[in-house]
């Protein structure tokens, strides 16, 4: 059986921000055997447990989006400038090739279109939506 | 015709800022400022909110150390309801501030300094960053994330996240030590300790790398400030104020932190955000005082643990005759030793059996209007000082932060930089420049979204401007 994780990601105290978070805490409650973490910003740390599972899913709102998306993702090897509060998912998976020679077989950012971020515990209507939609397609994907 | 330099903003610290390097008409480094452009004003919006919401609301300032923030709001409001918290969360509390100590330092050491050290300042800014530092030393860097890590796990063991863990409060703790997550942090160690020690012999290894530059680096006499224990030992969560000089003299000890009103000022410049705290009877700016890892193994008389004892008196043998490592270079140094000393005692306190109490919480109403709390944050003397009317609402808030208290001297040790490395009549910044004056604000690893609780990521813009006024370079990344 596939090792499978979850990254929901973003600020709860920040409106749609965090959808990732809300998305993430979903599926868990729905698949137990799933690993899930839930953390305000993707941090280097995260490179040990990403390698040691097969599929990995970072889950994140965003706001250039309209549609719920999954796109699969390589780890990047032209490399970013890292910031102390952030490091993105592909960047994510090269630190994980690199500090522990494995890489997740498949890795997922699911996106949720989020418009709201201000001060607030919940999700707007919209975007309460879209993650449902974008927890759905994730189901479907660990059913495939 | 004078000129100036600016760089903003600086890079791989944080929060924003900009630098600006001014020269005469010679082209001579005349003056350099260490501007801080960030305003958040936490000291005014918390303001009619309560007591027990304080903890929680100030350790939203910073990302990077919440858990200080959380205890030193905590310990206000201890003095606030006048109560003696329980042993056990005491000694919990401690263990939280060497949590927050392991991975701050393990952060600012392995992630933001190392790579200039391993890489050199000279080197590909492109690739002088961990993903270069892990091109050059895979396990290096491998194991500096993990001890970062080790320091989180704690965190989230005691207060079921990473960050802006609500888990102090006024009174104590709230929630005591599941006893099977001890024995799981005992289990890190092991692997603690020698990547302690590998920093450490890297530590020792840049000082033979940079003999020549280390001098430049913020090398000049002020005084130095901190907390230490009872008997004069390194102190992180409680203890009385020790002032040192740059001869080495102790010149006031045995203060009491609640009155560090009586001890300090800041003053304010209209070109930065950041406050200059300075020591009053030496007025400003001559009362310019460092905090921090540098000034905290300078003015202990002795570390408790057996391997940071050993090692700070290798640290003080680098003072020559005066007694006091004045250069602060020597920050990473002192950072690496406190990182084994936080290892060696959350050994310590998970062996003690009143860690595991479940006595956690002094419970009281409002019996005093008003209250300070003062830790050692990662990067120094930490306070927050609270007026509260009869229902405990916060009236007024005071937060002097140690990032702040370091402002003075970052400013000198830009200077200090810039004149040394900067040939005015060049006209340009070069990366190797930019990164040199970088690296000397790094030593202090100051964290502006604390000092100015502001929230931040940390570019660098850096500006030479002449006499006149004019921009002669100017640098972004």
Known sequence: MSKVLVIGYGNTLRGDDAAGV???????????EIICVCVHQLMPELAEQIAECDIVFFIDAQKDITQPDMRLIAPRTEVEQPRTHFISPESLLHLSQQLYQHLPAKAYVVGIPASQFEFSEELSAQTDLAMHQCVAMVEKYLTL | MSKTITLSPVTRIEGHAKITIQLDDNNDVIDARFHVNEFRGFEKFTEGRLLWEMPGI????????????????????DDILAVEIPETAEKLRRLLTLAQWLQSHALSFFHLSAPDFLLGFDSNPATRNVFGLIAADKEFARRGIRLRKFGQEIIEILGSRRIHTPWTVPGGVREPLDP?????????????????????????????????????????RSLLVGLVSKDGGLEYYD?????????????????????????????????????????????????MYRVGPLARVNICDY??????????????????????????????????????????????????PALLGTNIRSQASINRLEGVGCTEAPRGVLFHHYHVNKDGVIQKANLVIATAQNNIAMNRTVRQIAAHFIDGKKGKITEGILNRVEAGIRCYDPCLSCSTHALGQMPLHVELVSASGEVLDEVWR
Do not use: Q
Not at chain 2, 64 to 77: D, E, F, R, V, W
Not at chain 2, 183 to 208: F, Q, S
């Open chain 1, 22 to 32: 809300h998305a993430a805490g979903l599926i868990v409650k729905r698949h137990p």
């Open chain 2, 180 to 220: 099977a997550k001890k024995e799981y942090m005992l289990g890190w160690i092991p692997e603690a300790k020698e990547t302690v020690g590998l920093a450490l012999d890297a530590v020792k290894k840049i000082h033979k790398k940079f003999a020549k530059e280390i001098p430049e680096f913020g090398n000049f």
């Open chain 2, 239 to 287: 203890g009385t104020l020790r002032i040192m000089d740059g001869n080495g003299n102790t010149i006031a000890d045995k203060l009491d932190p609640k009155k560090y009103f009586e001890y300090f000022g800041e003053a304010v410049e209209p070109w930065s955000y950041l406050k200059f705290p300075y020591y009053k009877p030496f007025d400003y700016p001559k009362g």
């Open chain 2, 303 to 352: 570390i408790e643990t057996p391997l940071a004892e050993a090692e700070r008196k290798v640290f003080k043998k680098l003072s020559g005759n005066i007694g006091v490592v004045n250069n602060s270079f020597y920050y990473h140094y002192a950072r690496c030793i406190e990182m084994l000393f936080a290892v060696e005692k959350i050994e310590m306190l998970l062996n003690e």
């Open chain 2, 58 to 77: 100030t350790s939203r300032i910073c990302g990077i150390c919440p858990a200080s923030h959380l205890l030193t709001s905590a310990k206000a409001g």
